[in-house]
């Protein structure tokens, strides 16, 4: 997160805790915005971690995910559980910049390997991330 916000990247995810408030953190120290697209349909419901900026209350639970993934010029999975694999899935279907950080490995009969970026560090992430939106003909930095 740090790496993101010192580059001038808005961080977008669900949210949540665990990776989610780590990059989150790490963006809010470094100057970065963050945003929270929740699965609940307010604070009650799903509470955004303490460094989320700008919460967006869903209501539709995982159904979230796309909007997460759609919200970004690039993805960077991170670790992750079923949530982190609905968004891998749904950066490979609409052909989003995907980077993976020890995370899901997704290859469907030996199709798509090629569609995640493999990485070893989390600056080597930001990197990969930014240099892909950037050939997207994104706006990072």
């Known amino acids: 997160g740090r790496e993101l916000?010192?580059?001038?990247?808005?961080?977008?995810?669900?949210?949540?805790?665990?990776?989610?408030?780590?990059?989150?953190?790490?963006?809010r120290s470094a100057g970065?915005?963050?945003?929270?697209?929740?699965?609940?349909?307010?604070?009650?419901?799903?509470?955004?971690?303490?460094w989320v900026e700008f919460p967006v209350f869903t209501g539709i639970g995982y159904a979230r995910n796309s909007s997460v993934v759609l919200t970004g010029e690039a993805v960077i999975a991170v670790g992750g559980s079923y949530g982190t694999l609905s968004e891998i899935a749904f950066a490979m279907i609409h052909d989003v910049p995907l980077v993976g950080l020890d995370?899901?490995?997704?290859d469907?009969?030996?199709h798509d390997a090629e569609?995640?970026?493999?990485?070893?560090?989390?600056q080597e992430a930001v990197e990969k991330a930014i240099e892909m939106a950037k050939q997207r003909g994104g706006g990072a930095k």
């Open 5 to 27: 916000g010192k580059r001038g990247v808005t961080v977008c995810c669900g949210g949540g805790g665990g990776v989610m408030e780590a990059v989150c953190r790490g963006a």
């Open 32 to 50: 970065g915005h963050t945003i929270g697209i929740m699965p609940g349909r307010d604070a009650s419901q799903s509470p955004p971690n303490p």
């Open 103 to 106: 995370t899901w490995d997704f």
């Open 108 to 110: 469907y009969r030996g």
């Open 115 to 122: 569609k995640i970026v493999r990485v070893t560090t989390a």
